[in-house]
């Protein structure tokens, strides 16, 4: 599947993106927003990317020809016809409108082709940048998880989001 929208393209992940993604998941000051912690190595995400490749839709964001970011959808319930979203956007990205424009055409992508009605996500609450582009795309939050995960020596707070697929054609 390749999606495409004016300077945005979203394409399948490769194994040749594994460089561009682990510099994104090792830097430090941006890992904080993950809840897994660095150091990804490369063979833990070659591994990964084998069986993910099975379960979920992973795409690479490419803007105006260069890798921006990553977009996916995991945990797909086809039974229950929800799924977790989630992207990421490579710093020198950030600020462009990439994460906006990519969420649209993929979410559109979803709620048209695939039996979901549900998409939802998490996010630490002291991310106010993600929170403000999720809000944006017209998620709405489902509850906020105090002290749920242990990071960098501290507890951090968690909230979960969600759009339903009648709210996303209504504002589309």
């Not at 490369?42 to 490749?53: E, I, K, M, P, V």
């Not at 977790?84 to 950030?94: C, H, M, T, V, Y």
């Not at 906006?100 to 009605?117: D, G, H, M, Q």
């Amino acid at each position: 599947m390749i999606l495409e929208e004016g300077d945005v393209l979203l394409r399948p992940l490769s194994i040749k993106d594994t460089e561009f993604l682990l510099c994104i998941r090792n830097d430090l000051e941006f890992a904080d927003e993950f809840f897994s912690d660095p150091p990804v190595y490369d063979f833990s995400h070659n591994s990964w990317l084998q069986s993910a490749a099975k379960n979920n839709i992973e795409l690479i964001i490419e803007f105006k020809s260069e890798r921006a970011g990553q977009i996916r959808l995991t945990d797909i319930n086809y039974r229950h016809q929800k799924a977790q979203f989630g992207i990421l956007i490579a710093k020198n990205f950030q600020g462009k409108g990439i994460a906006f424009n990519s969420s649209k055409i993929f979410i559109e992508y979803v709620f048209r082709n695939l039996p979901i009605n549900k998409i939802y996500l998490e996010l630490f609450a002291n991310n106010l940048p993600a929170l403000k582009l999720y809000e944006k795309l017209g998620f709405s939050e489902e509850g906020h998880f105090r002290q749920e995960y242990f990071k960098r020596g501290e507890f951090k707070d968690t909230i979960r989001m969600s759009i339903l697929r009648e709210k996303w054609e209504k504002i589309r």
